[in-house]
C-alpha cells in the first residue's frame, strides 16, 4: 500500500524557515512515510496519543494523523527538549479534530 503525506499550511511555513539540513531530512522521512506509512520503525515514527504520532526527522518533530493511507502533518516543533510540552501536544489534538469535523462536515 503506497502513503501519501498531506501538510497542513501553517506546517508549511514552519518547514520553509528551517535550514537546508533539516528541509533534507523532513523530505527523506516523508518519502520513508510514502513507502512504509505506519510501519516506519519508532526511530522515524512513533504514536503519542490517541489518532497522534509522531514522525522524527533529526531534532525536528512533526504530529501527524494517519487516515487510511494518509498522513495529515498538523504541527512542527523543532525539538528543545526530551519530553514534549503539553501546549505542542494540544495544538496537535486540537488541529486533528478540526481535521476530523471537516470530514464529518
Not at 508549511?12 to 505506519?38: C, H, Q, T, V
Not at 510501519?39 to 494517519?66: M, N, Q
Amino acid at each position: 500500500m503506497s502513503y501519501k503525506i498531506i501538510t497542513f499550511f501553517k506546517v508549511e511555513d514552519f518547514i520553509e524557515s528551517l535550514d537546508n539540513i533539516r528541509k533534507a531530512r523532513i523530505d527523506r522521512i516523508y518519502y520513508l512515510f510514502e513507502e512504509y506509512g505506519r510501519f516506519l520503525p519508532s526511530k522515524y515514527l512513533k504514536k503519542i496519543a490517541k489518532d497522534v504520532w509522531e514522525l522524527r526527522p533529526g531534532d525536528v518533530r512533526l504530529f501527524l494523523t494517519i487516515r487510511g493511507n494518509k498522513g495529515y502533518v498538523v504541527h512542527g516543533i523543532c525539538k528543545k527538549s526530551q519530553k514534549i510540552s503539553k501546549k505542542d501536544l494540544e495544538v496537535a489534538i486540537r488541529r486533528i479534530k478540526i481535521l476530523k469535523e471537516e470530514e464529518v462536515g
